[in-house]
């Protein structure tokens, strides 16, 4: 009589990586939220504006359901359609090309409008301090959790039909007269010991993978400050510019940190707080004036007699956001040439209170922004970067109309020695 419990095995251990597969990548593709934080979060929030619009209700200010996908996809050929809302959306938003996502799929871009129209602002506390976009910057380890849970309960399922299977194999044979012998214990099983050998391999494999990756990466690291410094409070409520206080980003390298010096060119006559309260990211409440005078002990500065001791001390700031040794970054080829916002690699600055690294900052992260990002070109008219004259293969394809933009992909930014030394 033939032996089919090896081929009801095959069938079921196929049958069971065909389920994960099919109903993993259903839930990927409906999970929006994910899709909203990996593609759009950057630089749009639901509710507020960023570098670009708020998202709330986009759907209803654009009827037409294939011109927002082919807007999503590739802005720039709708601009040249001469659609007139997303041409005067261009316009009110400086002329800046939205980034291009062409790898989108319609459920995927249906996800993510689905997220956005659903979306609800979270009900909290007082202001907690954190100022993170309400779009959430936590959570987002819960569809691996719920992956893995999913994946062990159909294993689970599957082991017991194996061995339901072997155990109704049996029964049939003895009735049939044909003799069998009693079955293997699961743990002396050589296929089964295989099949988890192998899956605690790839588990294993995986975490390891992904710990190797994120070495060195701190996304969401948000240490305490020595002085509770609100950008929420300075770069959004007063609306102080970020090039103020960091100069330097616009025609240097490195950002840097302002000296206490410049912290003073306000607070020698701002001497108490008397904005709306402020919470730490535990909920306690900021007293904003102690925190101006701690700023007075590091510049040594006596506030009641108005002049300075000369016991003054430098502030030591914790460091938030930071590259390996070997990556090179210059911050005014970016703000100044690539006319970059701060709030692309830093996130929403201006609703924090305690800032945070709100992007990877990773090697991928950066790579899929410069496929996407487009160079302020020189045109015929000697607008943009004159720069880019040298490029005349590329002014020769945009008058030919075999091209429409130019990303910095295009110039040299995927080439290694761009970023590494």
């Given at each position: 009589m033939i032996d089919h419990r090896p081929i009801v095995k095959r069938t079921l251990l196929s049958a069971l990586l065909i389920v994960v597969l099919s109903f993993g990548n259903k839930m990927a593709a409906q999970?929006?939220?994910?899709?909203?934080?990996?593609?759009?979060?950057?630089?749009?929030?639901?509710?507020?504006?960023?570098?670009?619009?708020?998202?709330?209700?986009?759907?209803?200010?654009?009827?037409?359901?294939?011109?927002?996908?082919?807007?999503?996809?590739?802005?720039?050929?709708?601009?040249?359609?001469?659609?007139?809302?997303?041409?005067?959306?261009?316009?009110?938003?400086?002329?800046?090309?939205?980034?291009?996502?062409?790898?989108?799929?319609?459920?995927?871009?249906?996800?993510?409008?689905?997220y956005v129209r659903e979306y609800k602002v979270p009900v909290a506390g007082p202001d907690s301090g954190g100022g993170k976009v309400p779009d959430g910057k936590m959570g987002d380890s819960d569809n691996a959790i719920l992956y893995g849970v999913l994946t062990l309960i159909l294993a689970v399922i599957a082991f017991v039909m194996l061995q339901v299977n072997a155990n109704l194999r049996k029964l049939a044979d003895d009735k049939d007269g044909i003799p069998s012998g009693e079955p293997i214990p699961f743990y002396r099983n050589k296929t089964y010991i295989t099949l988890l050998t192998l899956l605690l391999f790839v588990v294993g494999g995986f975490y390891v993978v992904k710990g190797a990756i994120g070495l060195g990466r701190q996304k969401s690291y948000q240490p305490e400050q020595p002085i509770f410094y609100s950008h929420k409070v300075h770069a959004g409520t007063n609306q102080i510019n970020c090039l103020y206080c960091h100069g330097s980003a616009m025609e240097g390298k490195s950002a840097t940190i302002p000296s206490v010096n410049v912290c003073m060119n306000?607070?020698?006559?701002?001497?108490?707080?008397?904005?709306?309260?402020?919470?730490?990211?535990?909920?306690?409440?900021?007293?904003?004036?102690?925190?101006?005078?701690k700023i007075y002990a590091a510049a040594g500065y006596d506030p009641v007699k108005k002049q300075y001791t000369g016991k003054?001390?430098?502030?030591?700031?914790?460091?938030?956001?930071?590259?390996?040794?070997?990556?090179?970054?210059?911050?005014?080829?970016?703000?100044?040439?690539?006319?970059?916002?701060?709030?692309?690699?830093?996130?929403?600055?201006?609703?924090?209170?305690?800032?945070?690294?709100?992007?990877?900052?990773?090697?991928?992260?950066?790579?899929?922004?410069?496929?996407?990002?487009?160079?302020?070109?020189?045109?015929?008219?000697?607008?943009?970067?004159?720069?880019?004259?040298?490029?005349?293969k590329y002014h020769n394809e945009i008058k030919a109309g075999t091209r429409d933009s130019v990303t910095v992909a295009d110039i040299g930014g995927l080439e290694c020695q761009k970023c590494h030394y």
């Open positions: 999970d929006g939220k994910t899709l909203f934080q990996d593609n759009c979060a950057q630089c749009h929030s639901v509710v507020k504006d960023m570098t670009g619009p708020a998202l709330k209700g986009v759907e209803d200010r654009v009827k037409d359901k294939k011109l927002l996908h082919e807007w999503i996809r590739n802005n720039s050929k709708v601009l040249k359609s001469g659609d007139p809302y997303f041409n005067n959306l261009f316009k009110q938003w400086n002329n800046t090309a939205m980034s291009v996502f062409p790898s989108l799929t319609d459920p995927e871009i249906e996800a993510i409008l689905k306000c607070h020698l006559t701002i001497n108490e707080y008397t904005g709306a309260p402020i919470h730490r990211e535990d909920g306690t409440e900021v007293n904003g004036t102690a925190e101006i005078q003054g001390k430098g502030v030591e700031w914790t460091r938030i956001h930071n590259l390996p040794d070997h990556v090179y970054f210059n911050h005014s080829q970016h703000v100044k040439a690539g006319k970059v916002q701060c709030q692309t690699c830093h996130g929403e600055i201006t609703a924090m209170h305690e800032v945070y690294q709100a992007s990877e900052l990773s090697m991928s992260w950066c790579v899929n922004c410069h496929r996407t990002t487009k160079v302020d070109f020189n045109n015929d008219k000697g607008d943009g970067n004159k720069f880019y004259s040298i490029y005349e």
